[in-house]
């Protein structure tokens, strides 16, 4: 546990020193005082917290600092995050042992969990399905990766370069064919092959929304005629440093696509970790995994208690 936990502390270092910084250290042992109250507050706010959660934890800081006046800046940080751990309640998705649960196959049908990555360009599909697909592998899993973000040429020479690398099963076609098509016939593998995971990248683009909408619509549309049940897990992958903005798209593809929930990518590269805290807010999506770094083993299951410890500095 102790291993995950500094994974969570190493990849919200930025965050914590952000808050650290803005408020001289006030977590290292200094008493609170007013004016080390109203650093935090702007702390809180800099680091995404939005004004809900800011003013939860403000209070409850400030009411126990009414009881006692000597009260350290350690204590504060484990008030704040106990207050995070409980707005956070709920948060965390259903896993089993760390991996995504199993499908439970009606019966008469067969094939793998099916798993299918969406969001915007960028948000860190193609990277997240690698990584998850190393962390099946490494647990002894059989999976199978499909490119179907097939409208940008890198995209799937991202993830074939990936698979190449990490050892793993891809299914991948040309530029421009259709990812539907593509989608099919990975499934159609993953069946014959018996493989316990298929985990299908697609793409982002947004310029034009509603034809990414109805190509993902066709993509479900061509997986359940194989199975039925599938898609298993629908995640969206949202960037962590983008605060609001992945809100209101997360927003958009929910209504659309009717998601199972989240992966939040790229809390190492931002001060701003308390996005996680908003999203949860606002769309009451469970987050699944959370990315901490760019190494294929840097995604990892989101924990609302090590995440919220890791956020103010704690052990
Ligand atoms: N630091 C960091 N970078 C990430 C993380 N996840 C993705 N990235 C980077 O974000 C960029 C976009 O990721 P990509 O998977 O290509 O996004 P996609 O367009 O949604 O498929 C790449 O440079 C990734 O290496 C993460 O958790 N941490
Ligand atoms: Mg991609």
């Known amino acids: 546990m102790f291993g995950l936990f500094k994974k969570f502390k190493d990849g919200?270092?930025?965050t914590f020193t952000a808050i650290g910084d803005k408020t001289r250290g006030l977590f290292g042992g200094r008493k609170i005082d007013a004016a080390s109250l109203d650093e935090l507050e702007e702390a809180l706010y800099t680091a995404d917290f939005?004004?809900?959660t800011t003013e939860e934890i403000l209070a409850e800081i400030?009411?126990?600092y009414r009881k006692d006046p000597e009260l350290k800046g350690r204590r504060?940080?484990?008030i704040g995050a106990n207050v995070l751990t409980r707005v956070l309640t709920g948060s965390e998705a259903e896993l089993r042992d760390g991996l995504p649960v199993p499908a439970a196959l009606p019966a008469g049908e067969t094939g793998p969990t099916v798993i299918i990555m969406i969001g915007v360009n960028g948000s860190g599909k193609t990277t997240t399905t690698a990584k998850l697909a190393w962390l099946l592998k490494q647990r002894g899993k059989s999976v199978l990766v499909a490119a179907a973000d097939t409208f940008r040429a890198a995209a799937v020479?991202?993830?074939?370069?990936w698979a190449t690398r990490l050892d793993i099963e891809i299914v991948a076609s040309h530029t421009g064919a259709d990812s539907a098509a593509l989608a099919f016939d990975a499934l159609q593998a993953a069946k014959s092959r018996g493989h316990d995971y298929l985990i299908i990248d697609t793409?982002?683009?947004?310029?034009t929304k509603s034809n990414l909408m109805e190509e993902l619509a066709k993509i479900?549309?061509?997986l359940q005629k194989l199975q039925p049940s599938a898609p298993h897990h629908s995640w969206l992958v949202v960037d962590g440093s983008l605060g609001s903005n992945s809100i209101e798209q997360a927003r958009v593809f929910h209504?659309?696509?009717g998601l199972t929930g989240l992966v939040v990518t790229k809390l190492d590269g931002t001060s701003r970790g308390g996005a996680v805290v908003g999203i949860w807010r606002e769309l009451k999506l469970p987050i699944a995994y959370v990315g901490l770094g760019e190494q294929p083993d840097d995604l990892q299951p989101f924990e609302a208690d090590n995440y919220a410890r890791a956020v103010f500095g704690l052990e």
Do not use: D, I, M, P
Request: hydrophobic fraction near 35%.
């Open 12 to 14: 919200l270092s930025k």
């Open 50 to 52: 939005g004004v809900e």
């Open 62 to 64: 400030k009411t126990a």
């Open 76 to 78: 504060a940080a484990e």
């Open 157 to 161: 020479e991202q993830l074939k370069s």
């Open 203 to 207: 793409a982002g683009r947004l310029h």
């Open 220 to 222: 479900r549309r061509v």
């Open 255 to 257: 209504k659309n696509f």
